[in-house]
């Protein structure tokens, strides 16, 4: 199992309730591949540093997760085809 460090921008264009359920979706992406949740933090609305898709803004999010590539994998695969999301990174922590 290798942690990794997760963070997602949502769209700042959808109703609150909307971008909570996206941010869950994505929980339950990582928690139905076998990720353990370690930390998760929901960042608010911030500023982007250049325009993504016309918005320059966007709701942050950071997880940080213990995971095997599996889950890993398959929240890149996910997180690449929800329209919701404006970016994800995905970094690999060095214990």
Known sequence: MNKY???FIVRPDMEE???RKTAETMK??????KAKILEEKAMGQKELA??????NTGYYYLFVVEAGNEAEQEFNRVARINESLLRHL?????D
């Open 28 to 33: 339950k992406v990582l928690t139905d591949s």
């Open 90 to 94: 995905i970094i690999r922590v060095e």
């Open 17 to 19: 309730a909307e971008i």
């Open 50 to 55: 250049y325009e993504i898709n016309k918005f």
């Open 5 to 7: 460090e997760i963070m």
